[in-house]
């Protein structure tokens, strides 16, 4: 870490705590030299949320240690056998109601739930009308429908294959 960013980071503590001295600004300071920037910075931002107090240099460096364990978290990947498959108009469809539109638009669609259609139930919200977000979906590609789905599916702790998820229709 920098010197700049030493005196950053203790400008933030500083900010949050009023009632720090000059001399614990400069204790953090020194002591922030040793440490990675990066790690540093998201240790003290985390911390400033949660800390009531002013933070005891050892309670930063136990964030930063235990930051440092925490496995960085990759992109899912996308199913071998999902990468040539088309994906289906209504999937696009549903990946623009459920994460561009603001807020999501929830309704059910149809081809998720065919089993309800087929006993003549009807959902509370209704269903999403068959051609609602047509124009819009088609901005969408494959590859990003693909890229979304994993990363719900993954970030789920889903088991469903992609390819069962994406439907036959």
């Known amino acids: 870490m920098t010197p700049d960013e030493a005196n950053t980071l203790a400008g933030f503590l500083k900010g949050a705590y009023p009632s720090l001295t000059p001399e614990q600004i400069d204790v953090y300071e020194s002591s922030l030299l040793f440490e990675d920037a990066a790690l540093a910075s998201k240790a003290i931002l985390d911390g400033i949320r949660e800390w009531k107090y002013p933070p005891r240099y050892a309670e930063i460096v136990e964030r930063i240690r235990m930051l440092r364990r925490v496995p960085v978290a990759s992109a899912p990947a996308v199913e071998e056998a999902l990468i040539d498959a088309v ?21 059910p669609f149809r081809e998720q739930h065919r089993e ?54």
Do not use: H, I, N
């Open 116 to 169: 309800v259609e087929q006993r003549g139930e009807e959902p509370a919200m209704g269903w999403m009308p068959g051609d609602a977000y047509e124009v819009e979906a088609r901005a969408l590609t494959d590859d990003m429908v693909r890229a979304k789905v994993a990363q719900v599916t993954g970030a789920a702790g889903m088991t469903t294959p992609l390819l069962e998820l994406l439907g036959s229709e």
């Open 87 to 107: 994906v289906p108009d209504w999937v696009k469809r549903w990946t623009f109601a459920r994460f561009v539109v603001k807020p999501p638009d929830l309704r």
